[in-house]
C-alpha cells in the first residue's frame, strides 16, 4: 500500500506530476514527498523534483535523500528481468 505522500510516475502528462507535488505541499501540509519511478521513467522523476522544486515551490522545498536500487520480476513472457528504480524525496524547507 502506498503513502497518501508518495507519488508513482508514469505515462501521464508530465505537468500532472508536478501539480500533484505542488498540492501535496500545499492543500495537504506534507513535510516530505516522495517521488518514485522505474524503468524509462526515472529521468521523468528527476525532472518533475527539478522542476517542482525549483520553479513551483522555489524556497519552500529542497530535495533531499535519493534512493536508487533495482527489482526483479517475471516480465509477459516469462523471463527474469530486472528494472532500475528510484525515490527522491522532496523536504520542506
Known amino acids: 500500500?502506498?503513502?497518501?505522500?508518495t507519488i508513482f510516475i508514469?505515462?501521464?502528462?508530465?505537468?500532472?506530476?508536478?501539480t500533484?507535488?505542488?498540492?501535496?505541499?500545499?492543500?495537504?501540509?506534507?513535510?516530505?514527498?516522495?517521488?518514485k519511478a522505474r524503468g524509462k521513467f526515472i529521468s521523468r522523476a528527476v525532472d518533475v523534483a527539478e522542476v517542482s522544486s525549483k520553479r513551483f515551490l522555489n524556497?519552500?522545498?529542497?530535495?533531499?535523500?535519493?534512493k536508487i536500487d533495482s527489482e526483479e520480476f517475471t516480465n509477459k513472457e516469462g523471463r527474469q528481468v530486472r528494472v532500475s528504480t528510484i525515490e527522491i524525496t522532496l523536504k520542506r524547507k
Open 10 to 18: 508514469g505515462e501521464k502528462p508530465f505537468m500532472n506530476y508536478v
Open 59 to 66: 524556497g519552500q522545498a529542497d530535495v533531499g535523500d535519493i
Open 1 to 5: 500500500m502506498a503513502e497518501d505522500n
Open 20 to 35: 500533484a507535488v505542488v498540492m501535496q505541499f500545499t492543500t495537504k501540509n506534507a513535510s516530505d514527498i516522495f517521488i
